[in-house]
């Protein structure tokens, strides 16, 4: 009872948040839960989650196989990087390394999100950037969980538009939610193995956390909230590597 508790909470917390800025489930998850269990345990319970959202965040627009063109030495990258990382993953020394790596961007993520106002147009170097960057954002994946940095930063600099950037965001992170679900199937920790069925209830938490989110959120001033946001990541992140 006390683990539905966390799982529900927790999920339904970080999806309000989703639904209110349109981004934030995967970190604030990962972020809260490890606090109470292993980062292995909490990647598997985000894994259904994050799955259902980026695959409605990717198809909502269409004109995917255009994406898919554009972006597959990135999205390649990002396979590589999951099948060879050079980081401790999520399966190894307890979870110790990870905690530190999760916090630690979690951290980065908040500066980021409190101090980038303007980001250089890496457009012209997207040829050679996107396979560096993908094989990084994928050896951060199952290292972490999620693959925020350096993935989110990167596409922003590529100055797309709103929904391009939606889209490929929502590209991107499918493609990272395989490849953990992947990892996590085949390098299972003592007593860590995949449980779909608690995935599915974080996913029913996080779906009414969504729908609570978009009631509420032209109620709220974005900009402040998102600031708030970015603030708490920030904070978390510190308390993560401090502990």
């Known amino acids: 009872m006390t683990f539905l508790i966390i799982v529900t909470a927790v999920f339904a917390f970080a999806g309000m948040i989703k639904g209110m800025i349109g981004l934030?489930?995967?970190?604030?998850?990962?972020?809260?839960?490890?606090?109470?269990?292993?980062?292995?345990?909490?990647?598997?319970?985000?894994?259904v989650p994050s799955m259902v959202t980026n695959v409605w965040q990717l198809f909502a627009e269409g004109q995917v196989?255009?994406?898919i063109c554009r972006f597959w030495s990135l999205l390649l990258g990002i396979i590589l990087g999951s099948i060879w990382s050079f980081l401790p993953t999520l399966n190894q020394s307890q979870g110790q390394s990870s905690e530190i790596l999760l916090g630690s961007m979690l951290a980065i993520y908040g500066l980021y999100g409190l101090c980038a106002k303007k980001l250089p147009?890496?457009?012209?170097?997207?040829?050679w950037l996107s396979p560096f960057i993908g094989y990084i954002g994928g050896a951060v994946t199952v290292a972490t969980g999620v693959i925020i940095i350096p993935i989110v930063p990167y596409l922003q600099s590529l100055h797309l538009k709103r929904d391009e950037l939606v889209q490929a965001l929502g590209?991107?992170?499918t493609v990272s939610t395989i490849c953990l679900a992947i990892f996590l199937h085949y390098h299972p920790t003592t007593g860590g193995a995949l449980d779909y069925?608690?995935?599915?209830?974080?996913?029913?938490?996080?779906?009414?956390?969504?729908w609570f989110g978009k009631k509420v959120r032209y109620q709220l001033n974005e900009q402040k909230f998102r600031q708030l946001f970015f603030i708490g990541l920030l904070a978390l992140g510190s308390y993560m590597v401090l502990h």
């Open 24 to 47: 934030g489930l995967p970190a604030v998850s990962m972020g809260l839960l490890t606090i109470a269990m292993s980062p292995f345990q909490a990647a598997s319970l985000l894994i």
């Open 65 to 67: 196989w255009s994406f």
């Open 121 to 127: 147009d890496l457009a012209g170097h997207e040829r």
């Open 171 to 173: 590209l991107t992170f």
């Open 197 to 210: 069925r608690w995935s599915s209830v974080a996913l029913v938490a996080a779906l009414i956390g969504m």
